[in-house]
């Protein structure tokens, strides 16, 4: 067996000796009696085979993960030495999967250098298909940064990018020491081949692939697909099409909460509640009915807009006050004054290209422009953006009323559709509907002091000790409870949203609040304050302290003054979990008490966790006192691993946010979970859903979202996912309408048929 750097070869794969050319070179062959050394599987089978998905050679590499034994599986390969890539310009590592099931894969790709960066990417792999894919190590399409999630691919030659996600973008191609493949959280298994393993290098990028993406209707110009529209006739005949079958009326097994009218009738409240069952939780509407939430999240136009590459003078936009309750990616579409037009730049002529059309500023569609004084990533850090979506009401629905009309179309689409309540981050223009049930939602921002988990992906987290933190709580839940108007078709608030608590997998990342909070001056950290006290509370004396922790702090005014805790003994680590349970019952207590003082009769819905932001501590502290616990969960399937806790905090539980999305209708990433086409998507929706249903613990799920991104990426952080239930021309997908009319027509009896009347 020869493999460049793995098993009897040199470890610089680029010697000259070894070189099948300059540009390209064989990282890997499967021509030997036995498997490679450097492959290692963790819920994998690997084998060799001469059977379909063979590329190179007589042999490949035959690959069985076992999804439904293992919430995660992975197969990696390690040579002995590090491959150096060094003299590789634009290194790429390309290989061939052969998908032999009916049913398409997600792989996670993650590639390491040795000093411990990663670059992690992800990818389907079509059902009995053989594609080939490339991982860029290095190169323009990482560096240049577009403001969009996934860019067009600039390498065609190569086969398909791997999509990035996450991680560092300048790892040592000197010595990259590992890379890996791997599922997470699938219930089917799955059986791939891959073979050629190879590294290339690439030419100097034309820029040009990213050009003209979007045309006048926000849609990827290059591309055809069903629904496509190409003029605003076609836009308009689809809307009377559809609104011959939209008559608003509910499915006939409903109450007119939208609760199941057939089943066993408790006592209503005259607002939502929840109760448990024979064992299963439910949400009761206020007639008494047992109700399911099935939804969709983010029916607004504020995650429309895309960013243009044109800004203004800074001087003439007004900027954020200290008493602003709503987030800048939650604010919606607002032009700036005309003032401020005269002074138009191009900020971003990257971006600036993306479009073949774009209104002038007296254009009739010109109100569809807004403004963002920041964004989260992008290479700009404010400026203009203009929303397709809303563009396209207009054309769609006349240009008198076109909001109007959109507001009731929506939810007529949603009782014909079959779902029961619109998700979180619905407009509050829909609360006073009074014909169907809903989620309101709102942020606590403001100058509290804040605190760290390592990790502040969205911001840090803030210090609920501080006063401030529930001043600025009160004025949120104020408010919220100002566009309720105490209203019963308003089921229950969630507060806040992803915020990063903590990530399981070592001390530093689960305890990381902890860790950061002891390190600060308690003097300036509320928090840390408190956690003196506790500590002190235990143990009384430093010594004390000392002797469970194997430290040598003099007083208790070192540990006061901040401390670099280093080591984590088990003591420590028992202390830790109690000092983070401590933090987090007060953000929920404080937040609780808020709500409930201006919002007495709606439910709190907690601050919907996402699965890589949450530790059980959290979690117990939300269950003492939210009334649902929120989660948001993207992956393909409800894995019973991920869930072995809810019989621990016993509570009714909500998915706020899941998806999957396809790239066959000119969307340039799928999404966080990745499906082979539309159909494939209503597939995975229908499996989903039904674990949610299933799950005894659950009292509903949301989709997330109603539209899909911009193509050319959302203006806050430059999502472009294909994860709509309608597409930026407001057309609904055909096969995610049937797979939910599907789950929603059999919601009741499936969750409760076997409830007694």
Known sequence: LCVY???GCGSHVTNSASQENDKQLTLMSFEEKTLPQALSFSGVEGALTQKAGVTNGKQALSLSYLARDNYKASFAIKPDTPWDLSSFKNASIAFDITNTDNRSIHLFVKTFDADGKVQTRSVHVPSNATQRYYVEVEGYDLEVDTGIRSNPNPRPDL????????????????????????????????????????????????????????????????????GKVHSDAEMKAQYDAEQNILDGKLMADRSRWGGWKSGPKQAGTGYFTTRKINGKWSLVDPDGHLFFSTGI???????????????????????????????????????????????????????????????????????????RRSVHTGPVKHGESFSFYRANLERKYGSTGYMDAWRKTTVDRMINWGFTSFGNWVSPDFYQNNRYPYFANGWIIGD?????????????????????????????????ANEV???????????????????????????????????????????????????????????????????????????ADGVE???????QQADYAVLLEAYGSEYFRIVRSELKKVMPNHMYMGARFADWGMT????????????????????????????????????????????????????????????????????????YMHGVIDNPYFVGAHWFQYIDSP?????????????????????????????????????????FGDVEK
């Open 711 to 751: 193509l050319t990426g959302r203006a806050y952080d430059g999502e472009n996912y294909n994860v709509g239930f309608v597409s930026v021309t407001d057309t609904p997908y055909r096969e995610m309408v049937e797979a939910a009319q599907f789950v929603n027509r059999n919601l009741y009896l499936r969750r």
């Open 297 to 371: 999240a983010n029916i607004r136009m504020s995650n429309t807009t895309t960013m243009t590459g044109i800004d203004f003078d800074k001087d003439v936009i007004a900027q954020r006050t200290s008493d602003d309750v709503t987030p800048e990616d939650s604010k919606g579409v607002i032009r700036v004054h005309d003032d401020a037009l005269k002074t138009a730049f191009v900020s971003s002529p990257i971006r600036r290209d993306m479009f073949t059309w774009l209104p002038g500023y007296d254009h009739e569609l010109a109100d569809h422009y807004g403004y």
């Open 448 to 480: 509290f002091k804040t605190i760290s988990s390592g990790n502040d992906y969205w911001s840090p987290l803030p210090d609920p000790f501080d006063p401030v933190f529930a001043e600025r709580a009160a004025a949120t839940v104020s408010v919220i």
């Open 616 to 687: 059980p501590e959290i979690v117990r502290s939300a269950a003492k006192y939210a009334d649902v616990v929120s989660y948001n969960f993207y992956k393909e399937s409800m894995h019973p691993a991920a869930w072995k806790f809810l019989p621990e905090i016993d509570m009714p539980s909500i998915i706020g946010e899941f998806h999957m999305g396809a790239t066959d209708h000119g969307l340039l990433n799928p999404g966080l979970v990745h499906a082979q086409d539309q159909a494939e998507r209503g597939k995975m929706f229908t499996e």
């Open 565 to 571: 805790l280093k080591e984590h003994n088990a003591a």
């Open 159 to 226: 086969g398909l990018p791997v999509i990035w996600r996450y991680g560092n973008k300048d790892i040592d191609t000197s010595k990259i020491e590992k890379i890996t493949f791997g599922i997470q959280g699938i219930m089917h298994d799955r059986n791939i081949v891959m073979d050629n393993f190879t590294v290339h290098a690439g030419e100097d990028y034309d820029a040009s692939y990213l050009k003209n993406l979007a045309d006048q209707y926000g849609q990827r110009t290059t591309f055809e697909y069903e």
């Open 485 to 559: 108007k105490n209203n019963p078709w308003c089921i229950g608030v969630f507060i806040d949203n992803e915020k990063s608590w903590g990530e399981m997998g070592s001390v530093t990342g689960q305890y990381g609040i902890v860790i950061n909070a002891m390190a600060m001056d308690a003097k300036e950290s509320p928090t840390k304050s408190e956690f003196m006290r506790l500590l002190k509370q235990k143990y009384g004396s430093v010594a004390a302290l000392n002797a469970q922790w194997n430290t040598q702090y003099t007083s208790w005014n070192v540990l």
């Open 5 to 7: 750097g793995l098993v």
